[in-house]
């Protein structure tokens, strides 16, 4: 057995989802992705002396939306804490956070993983605002500091040690993502910074209870990114254990362009940062009047959209539940349907080659750029027999998904994918393939009918699998009964 088997990977995430607010946590400061560094800022969000911080009420509305939807408890009585540590892009010399009284506690996500459900259990949702950036690229001399990014207001998302491998961080990540977005909570997007995660990871042998000594890797901000830089990570404690090495509890970094993580500092720990109640900022209490209004607005939930998709579109159950468990790929189903009548074969399509191709590529359905109206047409042109469904997978599934938008009849023309109408040429076909196997038409025609599928491949063959296949079936059953 090789020496990573005989170790248990524990993991555990940390997500900071920007919210959708159009102004900052404690100020009215802009929260536009973009601007010109420094143009988002006031004396508020710089710290100038004499200054109060003012609670976005806009803020913990979403945390209690996003709170309900992933089964939490909602804590009635909350406060905000000062998260003292010095670093130049943050000039209070604190992060007003939230430290014994989160916002939210408990709850779970399911994900589905190699066709299981794994549940995910959360531990907290908290508040915060974000730091500044440090930019050091705008000069060989000196660092810049960008300030717009400070007081952004933040979803700390922290779940329990309870991933065991890179697959159901991955999956973790891709479903909270789609969550948060369907939610309005957040969009998401990971490139701007306003979605990104730490991982917590540690190793330990096989049957130990006590967790391993945890290192974080920092401000991640690819679900591709994630699951790298825990297989790497894992590998590098794995290695380091078993050459007598000692585990530091750090902070570490990913290079995506080496495929290496790199320590940054030694990892602080709760006491380091002095938390004490934010004397600026009165504590606040959520009432059950709130909590009922947030819920009226809240979407359908997944289970109710299992009903809706099942009432609507007379889907089976196991499709129903899996479009659900995806709201991206629930989407583009939806609005494939608007453009046509073959709702199973829309399903078909999004659940199988569509998926499948995601999943070959690392992509979510975040990152799909399918045009609705272009999958519906490709589906009308496969049911009206215009083309086959292998050759929509072999080479129009792969332009779509370069392409988004594409002229589907166009493109069948262009690329010669259409199955040929001339019944003659059909004729043809059949009539060779039976010419050429006689003692196989004997055969069959003693009783040995399974071959009906040994001729229907061979005249597809010779017809380039531009043909219908149903068609040509239905013409060697009319000449071998003659």
Request: glycine share 6%; proline share 4%.
């Amino acid at each position: 057995m090789s020496a990573d088997k005989n170790y248990e990977m524990v993991v555990g995430l940390e997500v900071h989802a920007q919210l959708t607010t159009q102004s900052k946590l404690f100020c009215a400061d802009s929260t536009l992705f973009g601007e010109a560094p420094n143009t988002q800022v006031s004396v508020v969000s710089l710290a100038h002396p004499g200054t109060l911080p003012v609670m976005n009420r806009e803020a913990i509305q979403l945390a209690i939306k996003l709170g309900l939807a992933l089964n939490c408890t909602i804590v009635r009585h909350n406060y905000f804490a000062r998260k003292n540590y010095f670093y130049p892009d943050l000039p209070k010399g604190y992060q007003i956070s939230q430290h014994t009284a989160p916002i939210c506690q408990g709850g779970h996500l399911d994900v589905e993983v190699g066709g299981a459900v794994k549940t995910i259990r959360l531990n907290r949702i908290h508040m915060e605002e974000d730091a500044g950036k440090s930019v050091h690229d705008a000069s060989e001399n000196y660092t810049g500091l960008d300030f717009n990014r400070a007081g952004i207001p933040l979803l700390e998302i922290v779940t329990e040690p309870d991933i065991r491998s890179s697959a159901e961080a991955y999956a973790y990540v891709s479903e909270l993502r789609s969550l948060l977005r369907y939610l309005n909570v957040c969009d998401g997007n990971m490139e701007q910074g306003r979605l990104r995660c730490d991982v917590n990871i540690s190793v330990r042998k096989w049957g130990e209870q006590e967790l391993g000594t945890k290192v974080e890797i920092k401000n991640l901000n690819s679900v591709r990114f994630i699951r790298k830089a825990i297989e790497v990570e894992r590998e590098r404690l794995i290695a380091l254990i078993e050459s007598g090495g000692t585990v530091l509890q750090q902070t570490r970094g990913y290079d995506e362009v080496t495929n290496t993580t790199y320590a940054i500092r030694t990892k602080e720990d709760a006491d380091d940062y002095r938390y004490f109640a934010d004397p600026d900022l009165p504590p606040f209490s959520i009432t059950d009047e709130m909590i009922d209004s947030i819920r009226l607005t809240m979407p359908p939930s997944r289970k109710q959209r299992v009903e809706a998709l099942m009432s609507e579109f007379s889907l089976p159950e196991y499709d129903a539940k899996a479009l659900a468990a995806d709201t991206g790929l629930e989407g583009l189903f939806r609005a494939a349907c608007a453009h046509t009548t073959h709702a199973k074969a829309v399903a078909n399509w999004v659940l199988n080659p569509i998926r499948n191709r995601m999943t070959e590529q690392e992509l979510s359905s975040d990152d799909l750029q399918i045009e609705p109206t272009s999958m519906a047409a490709l589906v009308n042109a496969i049911e009206a027999k215009k083309t086959t469904h292998g050759m929509a997978v072999q080479q129009v599934l792969p332009a779509l998904f370069e392409q988004g938008a594409l002229d589907v009849d166009q493109f069948l023309a262009a690329n010669n994918l259409l199955l040929t109408e001339n019944k003659g040429e059909v004729e043809e076909w059949v009539q060779a393939v039976l010419d050429k196997h006689p003692q196989k038409v004997a055969e069959f025609r003693k009783g040995k009918k399974g071959l009906i599928g040994f001729f229907v491949g061979e005249a597809m063959r010779m017809a380039r699998g531009k043909a219908d296949a149903q068609l040509i079936t239905e013409k060697f059953t009319e000449k071998l009964k003659a």
